[in-house]
């Protein structure tokens, strides 16, 4: 048997040298372009949790390794000419020319041939029953195998430099530095500690920065001269040294397929993962572990059945962390609009930018990072605390929102239920409201409430143009005031070409029969194949619309409603305005993002005249249509979010998707919170975070970061009525208001 391993990297020598282990008859060639002792850049860094893994495959290779390892617990930030720093994380690292001899002198103590300054083509390689590409990013086999692998690589916005330095650390080191140009940041580690001491010293920043700094063109020698120059304050004399530091743009690369007949890819030929969380070594050599189990579990008699289930088995993990990886990138790439924040709220917003690592998981690393954060998320806000308390989590913390201040910063979001008669709210929706507003929440929405008949989506919906609707809504508010401490809100709108379809249990399809009802829309284009076509609004009908949105707004008000949220957002008829995708119109109301936003502005300007100012009024939107520019983007939102601003909108609440079929959201936890985050930061206008926000946990964790101000459930809401309780029961918090029929179980 042979086995051919193209590229010589960490990944490939790993390869080989599991391979060998396994099947110690086959004849084994690694084939590397470079010398033996070449090798770009400085040390490679690797967690504690990653070790377990190599241990088990090779332990010999384990053993040299881990002697060679610089080690560190600690992470240390430099922001707003502050140090800070957190503690108990785990690291080690070493130099990558030492980690590279290590697994040379493994594969020739094993028998695995090694052939360095070789170029290989694969039409002239003698025939293997094995292939394995580990050749790098600019993989000339993943490019030979294009239409099979089907790559894509997404070069991204920051430029970076790989640089060295004498320069000793005891900590992961970040440095923010901002300048007339924009922000530098420097991600630094030991890596060789001792007489030789050694580190890393990445230097990061925007595309746009790089070219204001003038930066484009430089040598690695005058790089390494600039950017010493630069943080000289931080360098203490040492120099900062060069091993192929030009300037560099990262590239995302992804495959639909890893192989294809006897070739299989691993390492950055098949995926990449930004250097930020220190995850490229780790990967190229996780997949070695993973390809060569798949071989030997599925044994060599069939190698294109093994490999397609080593990419089955391996993908879902290499996917989650290319994930990480990306948000990540997608966080430094922004830092511009983190470094306004202070400098713990920044730090813990730099810690858990990739979401792995969360409120609850720093606690049990760092608890006395935590306290501080906790202490200085109420200090900043004037928030009192008796003497000797201790400070609660972030989302118990009172919040003015607008003139209205809720006890927490814990919303049920609204959720339809499709269940009224007529559109009036009955037993059902007292008892789905009312539970949850005794459980614990500083703020209940009701559904989705429309401002018309023809403005429901189902004939279940919710409405609020009539007394009878009015008497069942008081009901519930006059609930939720007598039982609770939790403010009540109701979310109005129009589902416009989205209308007159069926409950969702009973298909979601356009209705057909004699119960049907005509939408409108900005243009007559209906939502989907099999809608009726929308008629497309004249003056006529925007005025009508403006009047039942004030008509509703009115009797809210008169019905004791604490709050008033215009629903803007996934599709409905405002939400379709906004969208280029479906607004297609070409007078003042559509075309460019101002005349898109002006009948929704029209509608808010109206409601906000008779709605009392000493209410709060939101407006839910969606943030993005996720198709790229052809709809609703995000930054077309923060204009939209200024706009709203002006005219006395008191927050945001931030969804997204909804226009159209072809929307590809990037699901993943807490993966609209992005845009809370963006609007929030560059307008100052409070924002609410929706979406896969999965418990306390992942509240905390977004209001530490000061990512958005209220955390608003959904689906753990209908799971659990009582979850903000429950949240009070796991951290002790005694202040959170209990019904008394409840207090057996409150924390004393």
Same mark, same amino acid.
């Not at 991204?156 to 007339?180: H, Y």
């Not at 919303?411 to 007292?430: F, I, N, R």
């Not at 076509?533 to 006529?540: G, I």
């Given at each position: 048997?042979?086995?051919?391993?193209?590229?010589?990297?960490?990944?490939?020598?790993?390869?080989?040298?599991?391979?060998?282990?396994?099947?110690?008859?086959?004849?084994?060639?690694?084939?590397?372009?470079?010398?033996?002792?070449?090798?770009?850049?400085?040390?490679?860094?690797?967690?504690?949790?990653?070790?377990?893994?190599?241990?088990?495959?090779?332990?010999?290779?384990?053993?040299?390794?881990?002697?060679?390892?610089?080690?560190?617990?600690?992470?240390?930030?430099?922001?707003?000419?502050?140090?800070?720093?957190?503690?108990?994380?785990?690291?080690?690292?070493?130099?990558?020319?030492?980690?590279?001899?290590?697994?040379?002198?493994?594969?020739?103590?094993?028998?695995?041939?090694?052939?360095?300054?070789?170029?290989?083509?694969?039409?002239?390689?003698?025939?293997?029953?094995?292939?394995?590409?580990?050749?790098?990013?600019?993989?000339?086999?993943?490019?030979?195998?294009?239409?099979?692998?089907?790559?894509?690589?997404?070069?991204?916005?920051?430029?970076?430099?790989?640089?060295?330095?004498?320069?000793?650390?005891?900590?992961?080191?970040?440095?923010?530095?901002?300048?007339?140009?924009?922000?530098?940041?420097?991600?630094?580690?030991?890596?060789?500690?001792?007489?030789?001491?050694?580190?890393?010293?990445?230097?990061?920043?925007?595309?746009?920065?790089?070219?204001?700094?003038?930066?484009?063109?430089?040598?690695?020698?005058?790089?390494?001269?600039?950017?010493?120059?630069?943080?000289?304050?931080?360098?203490?004399?040492?120099?900062?040294?060069?091993?192929?530091?030009?300037?560099?743009?990262?590239?995302?690369?992804?495959?639909?397929?890893?192989?294809?007949?006897?070739?299989?890819?691993?390492?950055?030929?098949?995926?990449?993962?930004?250097?930020?969380?220190?995850?490229?070594?780790?990967?190229?050599?996780?997949?070695?572990?993973?390809?060569?189990?798949?071989?030997?579990?599925?044994?060599?008699?069939?190698?294109?059945?093994?490999?397609?289930?080593?990419?089955?088995?391996?993908?879902?993990?290499?996917?989650?962390?290319?994930?990480?990886?990306?948000?990540?990138?997608?966080?430094?790439?922004?830092?511009?609009?983190?470094?306004?924040?202070?400098?713990?709220?920044?730090?813990?917003?730099?810690?858990?930018?990739?979401?792995?690592?969360?409120?609850?998981?720093?606690?049990?690393?760092?608890?006395?990072?935590?306290?501080?954060?906790?202490?200085?998320?109420?200090?900043?806000?004037?928030?009192?605390?008796?003497?000797?308390?201790?400070?609660?989590?972030?989302?118990?913390?009172?919040?003015?929102?607008?003139?209205?201040?809720?006890?927490?910063?814990?919303?049920?979001?609204?959720?339809?239920?499709?269940?009224?008669?007529?559109?009036?709210?009955?037993?059902?929706?007292?008892?789905?409201?009312?539970?949850?507003?005794?459980?614990?929440?500083?703020?209940?929405?009701?559904?989705?409430?429309?401002?018309?008949?023809?403005?429901?989506?189902?004939?279940?919906?919710?409405?609020?143009?009539?007394?009878?609707?009015?008497?069942?809504?008081?009901?519930?508010?006059?609930?939720?005031?007598?039982?609770?401490?939790?403010?009540?809100?109701?979310?109005?709108?129009?589902?416009?070409?989205?209308?007159?379809?069926?409950?969702?249990?009973?298909?979601?399809?356009?209705?057909?029969?004699?119960?049907?009802?005509?939408?409108?829309?900005?243009?007559?284009?209906?939502?989907?194949?099999?809608?009726?076509?929308?008629?497309?609004?004249?003056?006529?009908?925007?005025?009508?619309?403006?009047?039942?949105? &004030?008509?509703? $707004?009115?009797?809210?008000?008169?019905? +004791?409603? @604490?709050? !008033?949220? %215009?629903?803007? *957002?996934?599709?409905? #008829?405002?939400?379709?305005?906004?969208?280029?995708?479906?607004?297609?119109?070409?007078?003042?109301?559509?075309?460019?993002?101002?005349?898109?936003?002006?009948?929704?502005?029209?509608?808010?300007?109206?409601?906000?005249?008779?709605?009392?100012?000493?209410?709060?009024?939101?407006?839910?939107?969606?943030?993005?249509?996720?198709?790229?520019?052809?709809?609703?983007?995000?930054?077309?939102? &923060?204009?939209? $979010?200024?706009?709203?601003?002006?005219? +006395?909108? @008191?927050? !945001?609440? %931030?969804?997204? *998707?909804?226009?159209? #079929?072809?929307?590809?959201?990037?699901?993943?936890?807490?993966?609209?919170?992005?845009?809370?985050?963006?609007?929030?930061?560059?307008?100052?206008?409070?924002?609410?975070?929706?979406?896969?926000?999965?418990?306390?946990?992942?509240?905390?964790?977004?209001?530490?970061?000061?990512?958005?101000?209220?955390?608003?459930?959904?689906?753990?809401?209908?799971?659990?009525?009582?979850?903000?309780?429950?949240?009070?029961?796991?951290?002790?918090?005694?202040?959170?208001?209990?019904?008394?029929?409840?207090?057996?179980?409150?924390?004393?």
């Amino acid at each position: 048997m042979r086995i051919e391993c193209i590229g010589g990297g960490p990944g490939g020598l790993y390869a080989a040298i599991l391979a060998k282990k396994k099947f110690p008859e086959a004849q084994i060639r690694v084939s590397e372009r470079n010398r033996p002792d070449d090798t770009f850049g400085w040390g490679v860094v690797f967690s504690d949790e990653t070790l377990g893994a190599f241990e088990e495959a090779d332990p010999e290779s384990y053993g040299a390794i881990t002697a060679a390892f610089a080690t560190w617990t600690d992470i240390d930030t430099w922001h707003k000419d502050t140090w800070t720093r957190s503690t108990g994380h785990g690291f080690c690292g070493m130099s990558r020319k030492r980690l590279l001899q290590i697994l040379h002198a493994r594969c020739e103590e094993l028998g695995v041939d090694l052939c360095f300054e070789t170029e290989v083509d694969l039409d002239s390689l003698p025939e293997a029953d094995l292939i394995i590409a580990a050749d790098g990013i600019n993989s000339t086999i993943r490019e030979k195998h294009a239409d099979i692998f089907k790559p894509t690589l997404d070069w991204r916005e920051c430029k970076f430099t790989w640089l060295g330095t004498t320069k000793p650390l005891d900590a992961f080191t970040f440095i923010f530095l901002p300048t007339e140009h924009g922000v530098f940041s420097v991600h630094a580690y030991p890596f060789e500690q001792g007489a030789n001491t050694l580190s890393t010293w990445i230097v990061e920043c925007h595309q746009d920065t790089w070219g204001k700094a003038g930066l484009e063109g430089c040598s690695q020698e005058e790089t390494a001269a600039r950017m010493q120059a630069l943080f000289a304050d931080f360098l203490d004399g040492h120099e900062l040294l060069v091993n192929g530091s030009i300037w560099r743009t990262f590239p995302t690369v992804r495959c639909e397929r890893w192989h294809t007949g006897n070739i299989v890819m691993i390492g950055d030929a098949a995926h990449t993962a930004h250097f930020s969380i220190g995850s490229g070594t780790k990967l190229a050599m996780e997949d070695a572990i993973s390809l060569i189990s798949a071989l030997d579990t599925n044994g060599m008699d069939d190698i294109p059945a093994a490999l397609a289930a080593y990419e089955d088995e391996h993908r879902v993990d290499t996917l989650k962390l290319q994930k990480a990886a990306q948000t990540s990138l997608e966080w430094f790439e922004n830092v511009d609009r983190h470094v306004q924040l202070e400098p713990l709220p920044f730090l813990f917003s730099l810690m858990s930018r990739s979401k792995r690592i969360t409120w609850e998981n720093l606690a049990l690393r760092d608890p006395d990072l935590i306290d501080s954060v906790r202490e200085d998320f109420w200090a900043s806000r004037d928030l009192p605390l008796e003497d000797g308390q201790r400070a609660p989590e972030p989302m118990f913390a009172p919040f003015n929102l607008g003139p209205l201040r809720l006890h927490n910063r814990v919303m049920v979001s609204p959720m339809c239920q499709y269940s009224a008669t007529d559109g009036a709210p009955d037993d059902w929706h007292l008892v789905h409201l009312g539970s949850r507003s005794v459980g614990g929440a500083g703020l209940v929405m009701c559904e989705a409430t429309s401002v018309a008949p023809e403005g429901r989506i189902t004939h279940g919906c919710t409405g609020i143009w009539n007394d009878a609707q009015a008497a069942g809504w008081k009901r519930i508010v006059d609930f939720a005031h007598e039982h609770s401490s939790a403010a009540i809100g109701l979310q109005i709108g129009h589902a416009g070409r989205k209308g007159s379809c069926s409950r969702p249990w009973e298909g979601d399809r356009p209705l057909t029969d004699d119960q049907a009802w005509d939408t409108i829309g900005p243009t007559s284009t209906p939502f989907r194949k099999g809608s009726p076509a929308p008629k497309q609004m004249q003056r006529e009908h925007m005025d009508r619309l403006r009047d039942q949105f &004030v008509a509703a $707004a009115v009797r809210a008000d008169d019905m +004791g409603f @604490d709050l !008033l949220e %215009l629903h803007m *957002a996934h599709g409905y #008829l405002l939400s379709s305005f906004l969208s280029k995708a479906v607004n297609q119109r070409s007078d003042e109301y559509g075309g460019n993002h101002e005349n898109r936003m002006r009948l929704p502005l029209e509608i808010f300007d109206a409601v906000r005249a008779v709605w009392p100012s000493s209410k709060a009024l939101l407006v839910r939107v969606s943030a993005t249509d996720w198709i790229q520019d052809e709809g609703q983007t995000i930054e077309e939102t &923060v204009l939209f $979010a200024r706009a709203l601003k002006e005219r +006395g909108c @008191d927050a !945001l609440d %931030l969804s997204s *998707a909804g226009n159209v #079929l072809e929307s590809v959201p990037d699901y993943g936890r807490m993966y609209q919170t992005p845009f809370a985050e963006r609007v929030r930061n560059e307008t100052g206008l409070p924002t609410i975070a929706v979406g896969a926000i999965l418990g306390h946990d992942h509240a905390n964790t977004i209001l530490a970061a000061e990512r958005a101000d209220i955390i608003a459930f959904a689906r753990p809401h209908l799971a659990d009525p009582n979850l903000t309780l429950q949240a009070a029961i796991h951290y002790g918090h005694k202040d959170t208001p209990w019904p008394n029929q409840y207090l057996a179980v409150k924390p004393r």
